[in-house]
């Protein structure tokens, strides 16, 4: 029999105001097993934590139930207590009286009586736990950092520089991101060009770091700690460690009407091509939907201009297998396609643009060489409009934009707005807002500069239709402060386009069995205390894959990344989850069952010699459970016909005494 | 003669990875749903037997809600496959022996749908709520 040992925590009023602690303890300490039972303010604080250790000691508890928060909150810390106080910290049971109880409820009455009977279920649940040791697995000391933009960089950086090796994968020809198609960025306006080039150079340089370029992730197996990853390393018919970047290919390639992604379509490039002239690693690459010979077999230009005989048409698709023992998910963002936004005539006429486009065109290295030219007939612009919350915070709209704030446009169109004025004081620039939002470090300051200083006209209002008619596009808007319809003649209209996470981040959210929001953010495992963590361990998150964030945001996650998986990869072993499935071999038939459903593949079979009770012996082949594979989801416990398999922690007199207790 | 106001029994079981989350976060949020709904915490949905169901009803439970991850996102990357085939089965085998359908149910809320979990358990309760007292497995016997 068990000495079970009840605590109440109140949580100041978070649980005490809904729910009366005292009749909580009261009533489990008439439930079997237990022999002490005590509340208090804050179970969880240093004073309540040696509370549990004395009750421990002087009460000699076996098993420990703690009334509060949610086990995802403070299971670990209440395990710690329990061995501090030298029980097996798999003793300890939560009931969660806080989050699915007094915060949920309103009424005192209902919510005691609720309270009683979680802690009733963990009490029986106790009476029947075991005492768990935890096995232990090496830990492979590589990371791999899956994106290579911004927060990327910075991730494999700081691991590096901590001594051990990364990997890079990025799925286009070139490092760098979005930032490396920036022009200034805010509020410092250095241009991001200087800033991030010498970044992607020492990434290119440092000795523990390689990037695998035009690559993506393929699959990952494994857990924390021992992840195999196949990373698939897409041709680009290119030798990398020959080619020199020379750029004679590029010149020389006849194919030249392919549309420029690095400027978002707004010039063209050649088939073989090297993104931009900073690009890491700089070597060509050949798109092979566009080489006439490699879609034909006729041309051959490249190969014949190159020097260093970098080129090969016959390159394959190679797969590259590692192991890595922590996996760092830097996806990054798109801005959303302005295709269902019709009121805005972007499909209708090139002088209509987004952000990113707006951002190229006054970059020195972009189609138009740093000249705000309209994209139409290359003229300079007079008028400018700029529109906020293009499919940003569209509670309404949600089968064309986004309902959350987008986080960056006000500053980045402060930027635009400002930067126009700056160089051409001529041009007459609005901005259409519905707020303007800029907390962070001298934002606001910035934002009034652009309206103080540099004459920029902000209308709070939403712009209702954007029409072209002859060189003009006719602006039509609500002016809400002052209560009236405005029309403008615009040169240049400018959207500043809602972002999205990119689109290779839900199948890999799926392959990292990684979970994601309904916006395809992935998810943290804490919104507050473990802001980098996934819920997944050993998978981390930097940048804005996680949600929308500005550069100097990005950056700080991504460095908090990389503490997180030096922190891991320091450790030489880590302790497993004990939690596991495991057989009873007097009761297991071998039928296989269970090996069919694991998706792990942690099941076995061996041989086994049995006893009889005539004391002959008897070979019967019986499942054998791999702990460090198995990850304790159950699914072959359910499935075992004869009732052998089951899970530590979770096991099926463990359940039914839980439903037991709620229905009585 | 005064009637009891009649509270349904609801057992919901949540996997630790979505469900459990997205119950804390209907917490976090101070999204009202009924107390009749007391949640049992596995580490995937397919890790309910259904024998767990019957013994629910068996003890008198009106109703029993299945939670786990979105097809697709299962933590253990296809444990909730294997729920969606063991529920079918095993509801429909629960309807020929006179359980109401709207007694049972299987519902996918991830991590970040804490107003789906509520919504979800408030809507359950209502229909548990409207079918009244579950008799039809009710084993009296349990009881003592």
Redesign the interface.
Known sequence: MQRIGVFVCWCGSNIAGTVDVKAVAEALKNEPGVVYSANYQYMCSQAGQNMIIEAVKEHKLTGIVVCSC????HEATFRKTAEAAGLNPYMVEIA?I????S?????MA??T??AI??GK?AVAKVNLNAPLTPGESPVTKRALVIGGGIAGIQTALDIAEAGFPVDIVEKNPTIGGKMAQLDKTFPTLDCAACILTPKMVDVAQHEKIRIFSYSEVEDVTGFVGNFDVKIKKRARFVKEDVCTGCGACVEKCPMKKIPNEFNLGMNNRTAIYIPFAQAVPKVATIDANACNMIKNGKCGICSKVCTAGAIDYTQKDEIISEKYGAIVVATGFNPISMDKFDEFAYNQSKDVITSLEFERLTNAAGPTAGKLLRPSDLEHPHTIVFVQCVGSRCASCAEKGKEYCSKICCMYTAKHAMLTRDKYPDTEVYVFYIDVRTPGKNFDEFYRRAVEEYGVKYIKGMVGKVSPEGKKLKVQASDLLNNKQIKIDADLVVLAAAIEPDKSARPL??KL?A????NDFF?EAHPKLRPVES??AGVFLSGACQGPKDIPETVSQASAAAAKVIGLLVKDKLKGNP?VARSNELMCNGCSSCER?C??GAITYEDKEFRMPDRTTKVRRIAKVNPAVC?????C???CPSGAMD?QG?A?NQ??A???A??? | MQVEEYKP?I?AFCC???S??G??L???N????P?DV???????S???????IL??FQ???DGVILCG?HP????????NY?TRR?MALLFSMLDYLGIERERTRVEWV????GAKF?ATMNDFAQKVASLGKNKRLEDLRCKK
């Open positions: 949610s086990p995802r909150m969660n806080r989050e699915q109880c915060w949920v409820h309103k009424d209902t919510g009586e609720k009977i979680l279920a959210a799926t069995t979970s994601m929001d309904t998810t819920p997944t939690c459903v998706p792990y990850q304790g989801c159950g699914a416990t359910v499935a899970l979770f099926n359940i039914m839980e439903v037991d709620i229905c009585k | 029994l057992v630790n990875w979505c459990y989350a119950a804390d209907a917490g976090n101070r999204l009202n749903y107390a007391k949640i049992i915490r596995v580490p995937c397919c890790r309910v037997n259904p024998m767990f013994r629910a003890r008198g439970a991850c697709g996102d299962c933590h253990y990357t296809s444990g294997y063991r991830s991590a970040a749908e509520a």
